[in-house]
């Protein structure tokens, strides 16, 4: 191995994530000297931590391609592209949790903290360029939403989520850590770029690629949560406060596909025609179970569960594609599901208040007398996630479905096709609950102006990239084509 | 500057007034929104009169626009209407119109919603029936859904939730196996989504087969046919006045519409290979759905019924492939938009009296009101296609096309003749004629100015497309003759 000479030019790519964990620390130590109403300024640190590392990251774009850190790190458009979207999605997280969090005493140091060494864990996960590297942030991520989780203590449920939550977890890291030590030994290597040269020239010991791939594929879909590794998701999203839910439920499906992208698309590339097979049984498993089962939900957060889980679904059908085409739909495909998750569950926070929960169905009844404009704003989010013309969802499902044909899984579009069907009826029951029910019991509605303004904000949103999609849409593709 | 621009007005005008409705919509003062709803329905259709006035009579795509909306994916917003499209614009501008007058003192919740989604959904059916770009018309068609499905849940009947839930899936349904379709002929057209070259791509028998399943399932459930009718009337019955006269007048011929622009030139093969298939289920809407409209005992289901025979003659007229039958079926289109429309109306007067759609609670009503009940004779003659009135073109033209194919074709399709003027009429005597049923009846009123605006509208529509159909049959015939010529190319390689 090289010694390269620790310079300045060779730790800049990684400034983001630098910049990010030193305002962490800090606001560690400064949270312990912070009392009472003082504690807002911790809050307001955060966000400004969170919006310096996008500030950073957004002025790297447009410059070239770089590894550094011996093969440990990569610094792309696609990396930058990922990692200003996690971070605003995670700004308007906690943004919209605020009140949420301020009436049940959430709105601590520790929460925040967690909240953003999780994001640097997501960050490194997109960056990385080693099996190492991305072991490390996945973890990094995973054991701060661990705590995040387990964070309510008073809470039985909260503390059941997070324990199902580790459990299975760490039993999930340990498949992917026992694949990745496979496809070590298969090709030598723990470095993309030589997996990938490993595998492209017949260098790699075959059958135990494959092997390993099986163990990193479940470690995979586990994480993403497709179906069949899909089991904690439900528990997680209902049991866990509902900012923790949309905190994991947003941000780090971004890290996710970036993870996937970095691993599969560019490390194991030479194995394409074997994960993809493995894809098309997780993708199909995921529309069927996320789309039928979400029909007997009568908890919104679980029906959004298994919602999540139908969408993975459909972001998998993206990498199958294996090309250009397939990964820049799903990178578009994961950008839009981040904005529309931030919608749904942001409108279940704005509806939450001191003692109620807003999780059920039913709270949602009658909203439309109460508030046409936020009854208006779900209506634009439940179409986008059942992917109806013109919001943001439409696209994101058409693009996929496009490279899917144009790989010629013509049996997958249209069961992808048939099964929207089945996922438009319930989104479809939330629409009908808000305009065609009266209410039921006393609806409220957050009163401060920072939620509703980034509620208001996403769903506006929502509609317009649906009305005007190519910008994002070419961002994608040019950051898809500068990094594969 | 605004020359080049007819189609974009007579889609984003209504639309813009719509959202500026929505704003201004107020539920204790409802009358600025609806003087701006007035005002931006009327405008709706001002700008549509240019399409008539500036309409060249050949089969060209005319008032074209042009311009890239999702380059990547080569996606383009592209306008532009032809002899079938150019009166569909202007039948659903007037509609749309009428149902803002319509619902004057009538609607008394969420007006301005209400008025909004009317409005909204008009510029969206316009540019369903102007765009010239796969993916610009479906999402026009789909985006329809949205304010259709509000307004049959929130303004309709008692049932109205199931009404619109199966509504909404049904079409659905249909619509995405239709974008499955289009995406595999971006592929056969190497990266174009422009419906133009759809039509011009060649396609193996099977391809087309399954390309013309796929867009039937959209259409078919649209139209509706039999056996994919089941929705119809359960939306019509729950849906608004207003509600069921868009239904009935425009949304219904879209799917007519679809078929002549997308399942004829693009899979012409298989539209003659299932030619048989498709007439088959046309004349089992028009006799079978017939016989059922006669046992109706209330009145927006036994119309809603009847719309489903007599879209079976717009299907028939065009999968006989002879120009009169052709010609048949868009006449028919636009003069069953005026009569369902005007019937819708007929029943949504008596229903805001009485609050029953029943016809056993009614009877005498000429006694009470004898100016509503000259209209509602004179469109229920129209339904039953009498001479001199539109709805006897159209079925008369089907007829003789059909002729020119199979007695036994015309032979079934007559009984319409029978069964249509049956239920039609019988339905008109039990409500309009008889004795006075009761001290309700005794106690109508007769139709106020506001009603007497749109019904005096409807009927001189009818009566002038009756009497004298050439204006139409001009603007049509260019086109029809060339998609005629056009479905009898073979486009198997």
Same mark, same amino acid.
């Given at each position: 191995?090289?010694?390269?000479?620790?310079?300045?030019?060779?730790?800049?790519?990684?400034?983001?994530?630098?910049?990010?964990?030193?305002?962490?620390?800090?606001?560690?130590?400064?949270?312990?000297?912070?009392?009472?109403?003082?504690?807002?300024?911790?809050?307001?640190?955060?966000?400004?931590?969170?919006?310096?590392?996008?500030?950073?990251?957004?002025?790297?774009?447009?410059?070239?391609?770089?590894?550094?850190?011996?093969?440990?790190?990569?610094?792309?458009?696609?990396?930058?592209?990922?990692?200003?979207?996690?971070?605003?999605?995670?700004?308007?997280?906690?943004?919209?949790?605020?009140?949420?969090?301020?009436?049940?005493?959430?709105?601590?140091?520790?929460?925040?903290?967690?909240?953003?060494?999780?994001?640097?864990?997501?960050?490194?996960?997109?960056?990385?360029?080693?099996?190492?590297?991305?072991?490390?942030?996945?973890?990094?991520?995973?054991?701060?939403?661990?705590?995040?989780?387990?964070?309510?203590?008073?809470?039985?449920?909260?503390?059941?989520?997070?324990?199902?939550?580790?459990?299975?977890?760490?039993?999930?890291?340990?498949?992917?850590?026992?694949?990745?030590?496979?496809?070590?030994?298969?090709?030598?290597?723990?470095?993309?770029?030589?997996?990938?040269?490993?595998?492209?020239?017949?260098?790699?010991?075959?059958?135990?690629?494959? #092997?390993?791939?099986?163990?990193?594929?479940?470690?995979?879909?586990?994480?993403?949560?497709? =179906?069949?590794?899909?089991?904690?998701?439900?528990?997680?999203?209902?049991?866990?406060?509902?900012?923790?839910?949309?905190?994991? %439920?947003?941000?780090?499906?971004?890290?996710?596909?970036?993870?996937?992208?970095?691993?599969?698309?560019?490390?194991?590339?030479?194995?394409?025609?074997?994960?993809?097979?493995?894809?098309?049984?997780?993708?199909?498993?995921?529309?069927?179970?996320?789309?039928?089962?979400?029909? =007997?939900?009568?908890?919104?957060?679980?029906?959004?569960?298994?919602?999540?889980?139908?969408?993975?679904?459909?972001?998998?059908? %993206?990498?199958?594609?294996?090309?250009?085409?397939?990964?820049?739909?799903?990178?578009?495909?994961?950008?839009?599901?981040?904005?529309?998750?931030? $919608?749904?569950?942001?409108?279940?926070?704005?509806?939450?208040?001191?003692?109620?929960?807003?999780?059920?169905?039913?709270?949602?009844?009658?909203?439309?007398?109460?508030?046409?404009?936020? @009854?208006?704003?779900?209506?634009?989010?439940?179409?986008?996630?059942?992917?109806?013309?013109?919001?943001?969802?439409?696209?994101?499902?058409?693009?996929?479905?496009?490279?899917?044909?144009?790989?010629?899984?013509?049996?997958?579009?249209?069961?992808?096709?048939?099964?929207?069907?089945?996922?438009? #009826?319930?989104?479809?029951?939330?629409?009908?609950?808000?305009?065609?029910?009266?209410?039921?019991?006393?609806?409220?509605?957050?009163?401060?102006?920072?939620?509703?303004?980034?509620?208001? @904000?996403? $769903?506006?949103?929502?509609?317009?990239?649906?009305?005007?999609?190519?910008?994002?849409?070419?961002?994608?593709?040019?950051?898809?084509?500068?990094?594969? | 500057?605004?020359?080049?621009?007819?189609?974009?007005?007579?889609?984003?005008?209504?639309?813009?007034?719509?959202?500026?409705?929505?704003?201004?919509?107020?539920?204790?003062?409802?009358?600025?929104?609806?003087?701006?709803?007035?005002?931006?329905?009327?405008? $709706?259709?001002?700008?549509?009169?240019?399409?008539?006035?500036?309409?060249?009579?050949?089969?060209?795509?005319?008032?074209?626009?042009?311009?890239?909306?999702?380059?990547?994916?080569?996606?383009?917003?592209?306008? %532009?209407?032809?002899?079938?499209?150019?009166?569909?614009?202007?039948?659903?501008?007037?509609?749309?119109?009428?149902?803002?007058?319509?619902?004057?003192?009538?609607?008394?919740?969420?007006?301005?919603?209400?008025?909004?989604?009317?409005?909204?959904?008009?510029?969206?059916?316009?540019?369903?029936?102007?765009?010239?770009?796969?993916?610009?018309?479906?999402?026009?068609?789909?985006?329809?859904?949205?304010?259709?499905?509000?307004?049959?849940?929130?303004?309709?009947?008692?049932?109205?939730?199931?009404?619109?839930?199966?509504?909404?899936?049904?079409?659905? /349904?249909?619509?995405?196996?239709?974008?499955?379709?289009?995406?595999?002929?971006?592929?056969?057209?190497?990266?174009?989504?422009?419906?133009?070259?759809?039509?011009?791509?060649?396609?193996?028998?099977?391809?087309?087969?399954?390309?013309?399943?796929?867009?039937?399932?959209?259409?078919?459930?649209?139209?509706?046919?039999?056996?994919?009718? *089941?929705?119809?009337?359960?939306?019509?019955?729950?849906?608004?006045?207003?509600?069921? !006269?868009?239904?009935? @007048?425009?949304?219904?011929?879209?799917?007519?519409?679809?078929?002549?622009?997308?399942?004829?030139?693009?899979?012409?093969?298989?539209?003659? !290979?299932?030619?048989?298939?498709?007439?088959?289920?046309?004349?089992?809407?028009?006799?079978?759905?017939?016989?059922?409209?006669?046992?109706?005992?209330?009145?927006?289901?036994?119309?809603?019924?009847?719309?489903?025979?007599?879209?079976?003659?717009?299907?028939?007229?065009?999968?006989? #492939?002879?120009?009169?039958?052709?010609?048949? $079926?868009?006449?028919?289109?636009?003069?069953?938009?005026?009569?369902?429309?005007?019937?819708?109306?007929?029943?949504?007067?008596?229903?805001?009296?009485?609050?029953?759609?029943?016809?056993?609670?009614?009877?005498?009503?000429?006694?009470?009101?004898? !100016?509503?009940?000259?209209?509602?004779?004179?469109?229920?003659?129209?339904?039953?296609?009498?001479?001199?009135?539109?709805?006897?073109?159209?079925?008369?033209?089907?007829?003789?096309?059909?002729?020119?194919?199979?007695?036994?074709?015309?032979?079934?399709?007559?009984?319409?003749?029978?069964?249509?003027?049956?239920?039609? /009429?019988?339905?008109?005597?039990?409500?309009?004629?008889?004795?006075?049923?009761?001290?309700?009846?005794?106690?109508?009123?007769?139709?106020?100015?506001?009603?007497? *605006?749109?019904?005096?509208?409807?009927?001189?529509?009818?009566?002038?497309?009756?009497?004298?159909?050439?204006?139409?049959?001009?603007?049509?015939?260019?086109?029809?003759?060339?998609?005629?010529?056009?479905?009898?190319?073979?486009?198997?390689?």
């Amino acid at each position: 191995m090289t010694t390269a000479t620790f310079s300045y030019a060779t730790i800049a790519p990684a400034l983001p994530e630098i910049v990010l964990l030193a305002l962490a620390s800090l606001l560690l130590v400064a949270d312990l000297y912070l009392r009472g109403d003082e504690r807002r300024a911790t809050y307001r640190l955060t966000q400004a931590a969170l919006a310096v590392a996008a500030a950073v990251t957004f002025m790297q774009m447009g410059g070239p391609s770089t590894v550094t850190l011996h093969g440990m790190y990569v610094s792309d458009l696609l990396g930058q592209v990922l990692k200003i979207a996690t971070l605003l999605t995670v700004m308007a997280t906690l943004g919209m949790s605020r009140t949420y969090l301020r009436l049940r005493g959430l709105l601590t140091g520790e929460f925040l903290a967690l909240a953003l060494f999780g994001t640097l864990g997501m960050m490194v996960m997109i960056s990385a360029h080693h099996f190492l590297t991305l072991y490390l942030g996945l973890e990094l991520m995973a054991l701060s939403q661990y705590a995040m989780v387990a964070l309510e203590r008073d809470s039985g449920r909260a503390t059941e989520a997070a324990m199902k939550y580790f459990v299975l977890g760490a039993l999930a890291s340990g498949l992917l850590l026992y694949g990745l030590s496979m496809i070590y030994g298969a090709t030598g290597s723990l470095e993309l770029t030589r997996v990938a040269f490993a595998l492209e020239h017949g260098e790699a010991h075959g059958f135990l690629g494959v #092997f390993g791939l099986v163990f990193v594929v479940a470690g995979i879909a586990f994480k993403l949560g497709a =179906a069949p590794f899909h089991m904690w998701i439900p528990d997680v999203y209902q049991g866990a406060a509902t900012p923790t839910t949309l905190y994991i %439920g947003a941000a780090p499906k971004l890290a996710a596909l970036g993870f996937i992208l970095r691993l599969l698309a560019n490390g194991l590339q030479g194995m394409t025609s074997d994960w993809q097979q493995m894809l098309v049984v997780l993708a199909v498993a995921s529309l069927l179970v996320g789309n039928i089962i979400a029909i =007997a939900q009568a908890n919104l957060k679980r029906m959004l569960a298994y919602s999540t889980i139908s969408h993975m679904g459909f972001l998998a059908l %993206g990498i199958i594609a294996g090309d250009d085409l397939g990964y820049g739909a799903a990178l578009f495909y994961a950008i839009a599901y981040a904005l529309m998750t931030l $919608g749904s569950f942001g409108m279940i926070l704005l509806l939450s208040r001191a003692g109620f929960e807003a999780e059920n169905i039913d709270d949602f009844r009658g909203l439309n007398q109460r508030s046409k404009w936020y @009854a208006f704003m779900m209506l634009i989010v439940m179409f986008s996630l059942a992917g109806i013309p013109p919001t943001v969802g439409f696209f994101a499902k058409l693009a996929v479905l496009q490279a899917v044909l144009d790989a010629g899984y013509t049996w997958l579009v249209v069961l992808a096709v048939l099964l929207s069907v089945v996922g438009a #009826f319930y989104y479809l029951r939330i629409v009908r609950l808000m305009y065609m029910e009266a209410p039921a019991g006393e609806i409220t509605i957050d009163t401060q102006p920072g939620p509703r303004w980034i509620l208001s @904000a996403a $769903g506006v949103a929502t509609l317009a990239l649906g009305i005007l999609p190519a910008p994002l849409m070419n961002l994608c593709a040019r950051a898809i084509a500068a990094s594969m | 500057m605004l020359q080049g621009h007819v189609l974009s007005l007579t889609i984003w005008v209504p639309i813009a007034f719509g959202i500026a409705v929505l704003a201004i919509g107020n539920d204790r003062a409802p009358a600025p929104a609806r003087w701006t709803a007035l005002a931006g329905s009327i405008l $709706g259709f001002l700008v549509c009169l240019p399409l008539w006035a500036g309409f060249q009579p050949t089969a060209d795509m005319q008032f074209t626009e042009l311009a890239p909306w999702i380059a990547r994916f080569n996606v383009s917003y592209h306008l %532009g209407v032809d002899g079938i499209s150019m009166p569909l614009i202007l039948l659903n501008s007037l509609m749309t119109l009428l149902v803002v007058i319509a619902h004057w003192e009538v609607v008394t919740e969420k007006v301005g919603q209400y008025l909004a989604a009317f409005l909204i959904m008009s510029g969206l059916i316009n540019g369903t029936f102007a765009a010239l770009d796969a993916i610009l018309f479906y999402v026009f068609f789909e985006a329809m859904l949205i304010p259709m499905f509000l307004i049959i849940g929130v303004w309709g009947g008692p049932n109205r939730v199931y009404a619109a839930v199966k509504f909404f899936l049904y079409t659905l /349904l249909g619509s995405l196996l239709m974008l499955a379709a289009f995406i595999y002929l971006f592929y056969q057209t190497n990266g174009s989504w422009e419906i133009l070259d759809f039509h011009k791509v060649p396609l193996g028998l099977t391809a087309q087969v399954l390309i013309f399943l796929a867009m039937f399932m959209s259409f078919a459930v649209k139209v509706p046919m039999w056996p994919v009718h *089941t929705w119809l009337p359960d939306a019509h019955v729950e849906a608004p006045t207003g509600g069921s !006269v868009i239904l009935a @007048a425009i949304t219904l011929k879209i799917g007519g519409y679809g078929f002549l622009r997308f399942n004829l030139p693009i899979a012409p093969d298989a539209s003659h !290979v299932l030619a048989g298939f498709m007439i088959t289920l046309s004349l089992v809407a028009i006799v079978y759905i017939g016989l059922v409209a006669l046992v109706q005992a209330d009145m927006k289901k036994l119309i809603a019924y009847s719309s489903i025979a007599h879209m079976g003659f717009v299907t028939l007229g065009f999968f006989i #492939f002879t120009s009169d039958g052709m010609l048949g $079926g868009i006449v028919q289109m636009i003069s069953h938009g005026f009569v369902s429309a005007a019937l819708f109306l007929c029943v949504g007067v008596l229903y805001d009296r009485i609050h029953s759609r029943q016809i056993a609670d009614y009877g005498g009503v000429a006694n009470t009101m004898p !100016v509503f009940a000259a209209f509602f004779v004179l469109f229920a003659m129209a339904n039953s296609g009498l001479p001199g009135t539109s709805g006897f073109i159209g079925e008369f033209l089907v007829i003789l096309g059909t002729m020119k194919v199979s007695f036994w074709y015309t032979f079934l399709a007559a009984t319409t003749l029978i069964t249509g003027a049956a239920y039609t /009429l019988w339905m008109v005597k039990r409500v309009v004629y008889g004795e006075v049923a009761g001290p309700k009846i005794a106690a109508l009123k007769d139709v106020g100015a506001r009603e007497l *605006t749109f019904l005096a509208i409807l009927a001189v529509a009818v009566l002038a497309l009756g009497i004298d159909p050439k204006p139409l049959a001009d603007v049509a015939n260019p086109t029809i003759q060339q998609l005629l010529q056009h479905v009898e190319q073979k486009k198997t390689d």
